[in-house]
């Protein structure tokens, strides 16, 4: 069975045309910061230089450090998800699952402890209806119960 992963990363001539920019406005600002600085002229001149050193640190660090994590995994184990103002913020393996039910745009699982209402309404749909497929196929093999609700 074939895993499924869904991450929302931008692509990569985005980042290396971020990058390249960035490293641009960073050796300007910072040029213009230091040359203000050392003929002692902290005027207006100079806090443009720090701003666009701040603003190229930011996008740099937007496209490479800040980049969202995997968002969700689906495997023959368990199911990893990782998105935002979830109760849950982990994996789910599949021998605890004993019931699914699958909605417009939220899943329940219940497992056997705890049940769990997963929010899917800020994916794409594309994901969404690949996650439901792969989530059905998933039931089917392990046996778990699943139904629309």
Same mark, same amino acid.
């Given at each position: 069975m074939e895993e499924l992963k869904i991450i929302y990363t931008l692509p990569t *001539?985005? *980042? %290396?045309?971020?990058? %390249?920019? &960035?490293g641009f406005l960073l050796a300007l600002a910072a040029g213009i910061s230091i040359s203000q600085a050392l003929h002692n002229k902290f005027d207006f001149l100079f806090y443009v230089g720090v701003l666009g050193a701040v603003s190229a640190a930011l996008l740099i660090f937007t496209v490479t450090v800040w980049q969202s994590d995997l968002i969700i995994e689906i495997d023959a184990d368990e199911f990893r998800i990782k998105l935002p103002k979830q109760r849950i913020n982990g994996s789910i393996l599949w021998e605890t699952v004993s019931q !699914? &039910? %699958?909605?417009?745009?939220? !899943?329940? !699982?219940?497992t056997t402890g705890t049940n769990y209402k997963i929010d899917l309404g800020n994916l794409k749909y594309n994901d969404l209806k690949r996650i439901k497929a792969k989530l059905i196929e998933v039931c089917e093999a392990k046996n778990i119960p699943f139904s629309n609700i």
């Open positions: *001539k985005v *980042k %290396i045309f971020s990058l %390249i920019a &960035g !699914l &039910g %699958i909605g417009l745009s939220h !899943l329940t !699982l219940t």
